[in-house]
């Protein structure tokens, strides 16, 4: 699995917001219609309503059925993703640290069967990757086996939050590491946390979760 670039509805929206905020489109003013915006953008009708909802989430663009879609402000503020992506590692590893045990401990609550398949298909193959020391694929399974806890949670926010945070941690796993050694290690201390996860036991997987980020194993 690679690491996840923009898609084409992402680029498009922050094209839309640069021409908002060079008062292309002003406050007030109809976007053309979805015709004219894929022609002008060079992409498909799902990637322009996909870019108009991202932006009236943002309450930048306010959609109007059988009216149109308007600018109701400029004020568009930095993603969280663009905030990141200026941050230092360890800036990132703080959040890492202070996310994983809350996730770990509600993904242990709201987990289903289809969750527990995920996580654990990922704990397979980051176990198969590390004997074999493959080591992007062992870091890409690293990282999606704790996203698939997150997206066990139940809260949408942590798990969006936590997925811009895991391609910053892959980041530096790709620059750090040339082997698998310490993922061969820790494999023991996964398997106990997704062994909490499954049987239903939030603060024994918090606690683990907490290990693994601290490398206490």
Do not use: W
């Amino acid at each position: 699995m690679q690491i996840q670039r923009k898609t084409l509805a992402q680029e498009v929206a922050e094209r839309l917001i640069e021409g908002i905020t060079n008062d292309k489109y002003a406050i007030g003013e109809k976007l053309p219609i979805e015709p004219e915006l894929m022609k002008i953008y060079g992409v498909g009708r799902s990637s322009i309503r996909e870019a108009i909802k991202i932006l009236s989430i943002k309450g930048i663009l306010s959609v109007q059925q059988g009216v149109g879609t308007f600018v109701v402000s400029k004020n568009v503020e930095e993603s969280l993703e663009s905030q990141m992506n200026k941050a230092q590692i360890e800036e990132v590893q703080e959040v890492r640290s202070l996310l994983d045990s809350k996730i770990a401990a509600k993904a242990a609550i709201h987990r289903s069967e289809k969750d527990l398949k995920k996580i654990k298909m990922y704990l397979d193959l980051r176990d198969k990757f590390a004997k074999e020391n493959q080591a992007p694929e062992c870091y890409q399974a690293d990282i999606n086996f704790h996203v698939a806890i997150a997206e066990a949670c139940g809260n949408a926010l942590l798990k969006e939050i936590y997925k811009i945070a895991s391609q910053h941690i892959l980041r530096a796993f790709e620059s750090s590491h040339n082997n698998t050694d310490s993922f061969k290690v820790s494999q023991k201390i996964h398997t106990e946390l997704y062994n909490s996860i499954e049987d239903k036991k939030p603060d024994s997987a918090a606690f683990i979760a907490q290990q693994i980020v601290e490398k206490i194993y």
